[in-house]
């Protein structure tokens, strides 16, 4: 029996059939949830980050497919706190040598994995055949991106960076989900239950903000303090 057979028959088995159960259901959707909220108020995005790199670990080897990494990357878009905004060079948490070690390390074993995945359940050609019929909306939403700063003063090469970053996750991501997921198999009510909990988290995250940032002042609101 070769490594990929052996893959298959544990994905079959009650117990990883149940967990995949999970990991594509709502309550997954309202663990991600909880997890961000906890990462944005309480600079705890290292939790955050190794709880998903683990599932994303375990999926590529072991799940239905990679349906999970949709909300994931959404989650963690809006997970960082105040104290670890990424522009924030004296205390962010991504300009320290350990944990940039630690994205790259479990960045690159997903990849790996992600690509033997690949290779032996789906075949290259035939993700790449893929039929995608919102390519052209998400090729105008990256001209979106890019066309977004044109006439500002201060739109420069660090925002083109931005702007590329961009492009390649929500490429990636698209590429991924649409080359890898049986859209029949997924609830229809799945997106409706990710825009419900990204909804109130982003909700609660405003209302942290309101309660720490100073924005209310003598019964006045200070916009410019209105920020994560």
């Known amino acids: 029996?070769?490594?990929?057979?052996?893959?298959?028959?544990?994905r079959q088995?009650?117990?990883?059939?149940?967990?995949?159960?999970?990991i594509n259901s709502k309550y997954m959707l309202a663990l991600l949830a909880i997890f961000t909220l906890l990462s944005n108020v309480f600079s705890l995005e290292l939790w955050l980050y190794a709880f998903v790199g683990a599932v994303g670990l375990y999926i590529c080897l072991f799940g239905k497919d990679m349906l999970f990494l949709a909300p994931a990357f959404i989650f963690m878009y809006i997970s960082p706190s105040k104290k670890n905004n990424p522009f924030n060079w004296d205390t962010a948490i991504y300009h320290q040598l350990g944990v940039q070690l630690f994205f790259i390390i479990t960045i690159s074993v997903f990849v790996l994995l992600f690509v033997f995945r690949i290779a032996t359940d789906y075949g290259f050609m035939s993700v790449l055949r893929k039929k995608r019929k919102l390519s052209l909306g998400l090729l105008l939403l990256t001209a979106a991106f890019f066309l977004g700063g044109l006439g500002y003063s201060q739109y420069d090469p660090q925002n083109i960076v931005y702007c590329a970053v961009l492009f390649v996750c929500f490429f990636l991501l698209y590429f991924i989900l649409t080359g890898t997921v049986q859209?029949?198999?997924?609830?229809?009510?799945?997106?409706?239950?990710?825009?419900?909990?990204?909804?109130?988290?982003?909700?609660?995250?405003?209302?942290?903000v309101y309660l720490v940032n100073d924005v209310l002042r003598d019964g006045e609101i200070f916009r410019g303090n209105i920020y994560t």
């Open 183 to 208: 859209w029949r198999d997924v609830s229809k009510n799945y997106w409706a239950w990710l825009g419900l909990f990204v909804g109130f988290t982003v909700v609660l995250q405003l209302v942290n």
């Open 13 to 22: 088995s009650d117990v990883i059939v149940r967990i995949n159960g999970f």
């Open 1 to 10: 029996m070769t490594l990929s057979e052996k893959l298959q028959e544990i």
